[in-house]
């Protein structure tokens, strides 16, 4: 069984192999993916979406490296951590606390982009330019089309 | 499978000097590269740049006038080699009269111990094509997929596309390339893709080969030949090149007003105060085909090697 599916947007001006990075991460945040999963074969990947089948298993390289899949030689690559947070699940006062504020950042007649510009505001100054930083790397790790 | 599908040390196709002579002048001159097995390799260039004439001397329907060409160390045309290299030519030449199961079945007769029915079935099945009709009465996209199903059955290492999707639509070109990258992920195969259409290639080949006027232009993994370049942006007026760009390599530039623009191949860094971004795959390209006086580039990987290291 095929546990998640790549989405492929050559247009975004991100090498393909980040987004399937950045995606495979996103499903692990999400729980989408959990450790012991299998990832879907290089193979199973590019009949998909008719990418080169090398990046794929540039960007699987890439999750190896930063511990968070690992090859089993002639299985496939399997999950090896999460990277869900208990403390950002759907469940948890955090988020029920931001839903409240966003509940009332509308009753105060905020719209969708007034409270984005804020929220990026506050992010900046709770964390500094570090996630800023991320995303300046990640369009400078646009290198070409593997 | 944790590999690349790439094998950098073993040669699928390498050029020496290589040229053709037609009667109108000369097809190829003096071309040298070296493609390494396991690529996808795209074939870009304006039409009569050599491109066809390269993939039918590689095919082995074709001799050389001067140099060579080997693919996996030997001639194309060496009966060792021949059952281990699929061409489809741009016009797909098929017999008309044969039904899709009989061209199959020639398929299997003239590549014996080697045909894979079932990956050639299972193209033409995708496309819903009946196995009992004839060839001359399908569409251009079908006759394109029955090629391809002939290609693939032979289970080629190194297979040889010339403007394979440019009859199809994009659904089916969809299709048909994702089966290609399946077929190319499973069994390391070297794929050489001749195509105008810029966009099919993005994304899908990981090696390019650029050619005009029976020359290589660039040659090299995709990746390394965008980071060798720059797309510079800043003010500068006048019509001679900004000095700051001396010892540099200025593919192409251009000014308008007080805004001057280069694609450039920069030697270290460039002094002066310039927006620098990488081009796009299409921005590389078309620099290079506008601008034809640019000298050529070959990545080490694409630089002939040696007899020695053309593994077999």
Partial sequence: ?146 | MTDLTFQPDRTALQAVGLGVKHRRGWALRDCSFRLPAGRICALVGPNGAGKSTLLSLAAGLRRPTTGSLTAFGAGPTDPAIRPRVAFVAQEKPLYPHFTVADTLRLGHELNPGVWDQAAAERLVRDGGLPFGARVGSLSGGQRTRVALALAFGKKPELLLLDEPMSDLDPLVRHQMMAALMAEAAERATTVVMASHVLAELDGVCDYLLLMADGQVRLAGEVEDLIAAHTLLLGRHEGPALPPELAGHTVVESRATGRQFSALVRTDGPVAGRWEATEPSLEELLLAHLRAPGAPALLTPSAEPRGAAKAAA
């Fill in chain 1, 1 to 146: 069984m095929r546990v998640v599916e790549f989405r492929i947007d050559r247009r975004s001006g991100v090498a393909t192999y980040l987004q399937i990075v950045l995606q495979v991460k996103q499903a692990l945040r999400l729980g989408l993916l959990a450790p012991g999963d299998k990832l879907p074969t290089a193979k199973e990947v590019v009949a998909a979406t008719a990418i080169n089948p090398n990046t794929v298993l540039k960007a699987y390289r890439e999750l190896d490296r930063e511990g968070l899949v690992e090859p089993r030689p002639g299985l496939g690559t399997f999950v090896r951590r999460s990277l869900a947070r208990p403390e950002a699940a759907a469940d948890s006062p955090l988020r029920a606390e931001l839903a409240d504020w966003t509940d009332r950042a509308r009753a105060a007649g905020l719209d969708r982009e007034d409270v984005a510009a804020l929220v990026a505001s506050v992010l900046d100054e709770g964390f500094g330019d570090h996630a800023r930083r991320e995303a300046h790397d990640v369009n400078k790790g646009n290198k070409g089309t593997a």
